[in-house]
């Protein structure tokens, strides 16, 4: 499986199942409508263990609390025959300046170290 970083860059990533990581993708941009999606974790620096999550941060332009998101991302992910867990964590664009301004470390680190598997096309609105 490889996603892309940056500009075509592309990125290997292990997944023991393929394309699972393409079909959460896909369920996330069709039925979330993101700004960004950036894979971490032990998944994205290659260090996957057989208890290991996908970690997923999602950017998106919202007026939704961070636990109505989260419920939300996860009734959408929501597959009782898949045995990897997917962990999202969902920012406003302004939360992440904010966090940023504030010195989050780990968010930092995600944004500098992260795959990021999808980037709305600038201009675009979904």
């Known amino acids: 499986m ?9 990125v290997a990533t292990k997944l023991p199942e393929g394309d699972l990581l393409q079909r959460i ?32 941060l999602i950017i ?8 109505e998101r989260w419920v939300e991302l996860k009734r959408l992910l929501r597959d009782r025959n898949r045995l990897i867990a997917v962990s999202p964590l969902v920012y406003t664009p302004e939360e992440v300046r904010e966090r940023l301004a504030m010195g989050d470390m ?21």
């Open 60 to 67: 998106k332009e919202t007026e939704r609390r961070p636990l």
């Open 25 to 56: 993708l896909e369920k996330i941009v069709r039925g979330y409508a993101p700004e960004r999606v950036i894979l971490f974790g032990s998944y994205a620096y290659g260090e996957p263990r057989p208890e290991s999550d996908i970690d997923l």
């Open 106 to 126: 780990f968010l930092e680190e995600v944004l500098k170290s992260g795959e990021v598997l999808y980037e709305r096309p600038s201009g675009s609105r979904q």
């Open 2 to 10: 490889s996603s892309e970083k940056g500009k075509g860059e592309q």
